[in-house]
Structure formats: C-alpha cells, structure tokens
C-alpha cells in the first residue's frame, strides 16, 4: 500500500480545494500536540456497575461486543451456514520433504454463487502430535506467500496497486511469492508450528462495491446503520477457516494463532475478540480501528479511515469522524476482549501512520482486565525503545524500520507462541 509521507500529504491537503475537494484534516505527528482525552472504562458496565471479577466480566464482555458491533464493524450475523470442505490437493512431501501441504476450499453450500475461500495450510512433517497453527490471511493470493510453482495463480479480483504486478485486477505470473518475505513458511514449519492462509479478498473484494461478489452480498442488511463492514466480513472469514482446522486431525484447533498486518490485523482482532476459540492473537501494525487508540490525535484518525475506507466499517462509524469523543468505545476494549488469552501488538517506527505509542497504550489500557484474571498483560512498563519487546500475557514491540511484516517480528511471534501457546 502507498502511504504518504507527511510533506506529500501536506501539498495534497493545500491543493484539495483547487481540486473542488473538501480538505483533508492534517495528519499529526508531534507528540506534543496529540491533546488530552479520556478514555472509556472497560471494567464500568452500562448501568455503572464496577465490574470486580470474571463473571461479571463475561456479561460485560457481551456488552462490549455489541458497542463494537454497532458502532465500529457492525454486527456479524450470528446465523450459521452450512459450509463443505474440500482438499483439492496434498503434497505429502512439499519444500523439500518439510511439509505436507494441503489446498482445502471452504464452499458455502447455500450459496453456489459465492466464490470458496482457498485454504493454504503447511504441516511440519516432523509433527508428532496435531500442530499448533498459525492462521492469517494474505493480501494478495496464496501465489503471493510462496515461490512455489505448483499454486494456481488466484483468479480473484486483486488490487493493481499492489507491486503493479496485477493486470485488470487480476494476478499474474509475476506476483509468485510477491509477499513471501512476510511468511517464512520454512522458519515456522522449523520451529514445529504449522501455517494457515487464504486470500481475504475470497471473502470480499477489498473495494468499496466489493461486497456485491462477497459474503456480505447474502449476509448482509444494507439498510442497517451497523450492518457489518468489510473487516467484520474478514474477521468472519477467520472463523469459518477454524471451522475448518477443527476437522483436520493434523491440527490442534488449541492451540490457533489468529495473526494479521495492518487491515487484515484490525480483522484478526475483530475475529480473536468474538471467536475465542482463537488461542491467541497476533496484531502487526493494525493500527487506525485495530489497537490504536482512536481518541488520540496522531497518524491515521477515525476521521481520515472512515472517509477513505467507509466499507471497512458499519455505517454508523463514520458519523463519529467529528466527535471521536463521543464513540461509546475505544481500540483498548477490543484488546481486553481478548482477555485473558495471549495477544501481541506489533508497531513499526517506520510507520508513524499506525501510531505506534497509540497500539502501545491501548495494550497498557486493556491491562485491568488481564488482571481480573490474575494474569499481567504488559505490566508495569514504559513505551520502550527500539526493537525491545516487553510484556508478558500481553507483548508489545516497536520495529526499525517500514511498514511491513519481517523476520524479526516473527521470531518474537515464534518465542510469543512458544512461551505461552504451546
Ligand atoms: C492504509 C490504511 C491503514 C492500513 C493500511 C494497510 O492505507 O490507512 O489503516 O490498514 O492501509 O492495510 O496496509
């Protein structure tokens, strides 16, 4: 994705009105100027109630599931389909004997006109028991993780904009392991982990008309000021992936790490925050509507995602693009709804856009709850330096360098999973 240096983004703003176009509000990125805020209580229920234990938690738990629902992602409807798995391929002795590698479709049988999500998963061969897995999904087609030749190119709406390596929005030959430096499948099989991923444009096109071709386009209610967004239709997916992994006896469905980069990480936390079948979860750069406070003034606001990217969430969210005040909730709740199960935030010093102090405080605000468990989420702990991961059920590291997923955020995920997954 192109993200805009702020002198850039500086000269766009000045040129909107020449253009026609109302401005863009600026982006903030002075420390200084971010302004007071306060932020929602987690642990204060509807009605004041001061909640003390987990019991208690578990009823305010649903609560907030439905503030986000109505307000941030929509409602995800609770209706169950009837879904058919199918292997359309096992290599049992794939990159070089390490793994055995399955091609699964997850075909909506009610549905024949929806496109099926195409599962990827890798299973170290050296398994001795069902693996623990990690699950994310995968920005441009199962093609793009892996310079494998043998995956069929995804036949999917793609976007151009990604490498320029599309053609009409469709993939080409010259995306093959475009983004497989985000997924060293080899470490991770290594380590005794499995890999899981789809392309999450197979449950919607990421595109504002995307939903006509997706599950929204039979799940929906267009009329709905919460009627799920596009991240609600992706968390979704996530679920219906571990309904999947459930059945597969080389699984353990245990021990499953939901994982995502950037808007596929706001999904991941939407999904690890309704599903809690999910062991752990995973959020690289989620940023704007994923772990960073939205009522902070700094990179990406409410203001600018819900004018750029209405299709992400429900309705109602964009109208509190002027009064972030007033949102009934804020990004550290989703964090608590994770409680009391292991969750990463990932932040890059490279991108400013995400906020990384913001991901950082919404884990230090998500801590009373991991306490109500007697578990310490980040802890005592100051925004720390470069490449120092803190934390403990709750971990936090801010990376050198762009925005992106490297080996270094996955060999903290790696001893994250180790130390309190596995
Ligand atoms: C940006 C968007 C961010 C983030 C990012 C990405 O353009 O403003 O919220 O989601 O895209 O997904 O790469």
Redesign the pocket.
Do not use: A, N, Q
């Given at each position: 994705?192109t993200?805009l240096i702020p002198g850039l983004a500086l000269l766009i703003t000045l040129l909107q009105p020449a253009l026609g176009q109302a401005p863009e509000p600026p982006a903030n990125y002075d420390e200084a100027r971010v302004g007071t805020y306060t932020l929602p209580d987690p642990l204060v229920s509807k009605t004041g109630k001061r909640i003390t234990n987990p019991a208690d938690w578990q009823k305010r738990r649903i609560e907030l599931l439905q503030l986000f629902a109505d307000n941030v992602y929509g409602q995800t409807p609770s209706r169950a389909i009837k879904l058919r798995f199918q292997v359309n391929n096992v290599d049992p002795s794939a990159l070089n004997g390490l793994a055995t590698r399955k091609q699964i479709s997850i075909f909506f049988a009610d549905y024949p006109q929806l496109p099926p999500i195409d599962v990827l998963l890798y299973v170290p061969k050296s398994a001795k028991k069902p693996a623990p897995v990690f699950l994310g999904l995968n920005f441009c087609g199962n093609h793009c993780v892996t310079t494998e030749a043998d995956i069929p190119l995804s036949t999917r709406w793609v976007s151009n904009v990604i490498g320029e390596v599309s053609v009409n929005n469709r993939a080409t030959e010259k995306a093959r392991g475009l983004q497989a430096t985000r997924w060293p499948i080899e470490t991770v099989l290594k380590r005794g982990y499995a890999l899981a991923t789809a392309y999450y444009g197979d449950i919607e096109p990421d595109y504002p008309q995307g939903w006509h071709t997706g599950i929204r386009s039979v799940l929906g209610d267009t009329t709905n000021a919460s009627n799920w967004g596009a991240i609600g239709a992706w968390a979704w997916g996530l679920s219906r992936i571990m309904d999947y992994l459930q059945t597969d006896p080389a699984i353990d469905s245990k021990r499953v790490l939901v994982m995502g980069?950037?808007?596929?990480g706001?999904a991941a936390l939407w999904a690890g925050a309704q599903d809690t079948r999910f062991a752990a979860v995973i959020s690289n750069e989620?940023?704007?509507?994923?772990a960073a406070l939205a009522r902070r003034w700094y990179g990406?606001t409410l203001e600018?995602?819900s004018t750029?990217?209405p299709h992400w969430f429900c309705p109602r969210y964009t109208t509190y693009s002027k009064r972030v005040a007033e949102l009934p909730v804020d990004q550290h709740e989703l964090l608590a709804l994770i409680a009391p199960r292991p969750l990463y935030i990932a932040s890059a010093d490279g991108d400013q856009?995400?906020d990384p102090r913001g991901e950082f405080l919404g884990g230090v605000e998500a801590e009373d709850v991991y306490r109500l468990y007697g578990k310490t989420g980040l802890g005592p702990v100051s925004f720390p330096g470069l490449n120092e991961p803190v934390g403990q059920t709750v971990r936090y590291h801010n990376r050198s360098g762009k925005?992106d997923v490297t080996d270094y955020d996955w060999a903290q995920y790696l001893r994250f999973a180790d130390e309190l997954v596995r």
């Open positions: 994705m993200r980069h950037s808007r596929i706001k989620s940023g704007e509507g994923g990406e600018r995602i750029h990217f856009w995400s925005h």
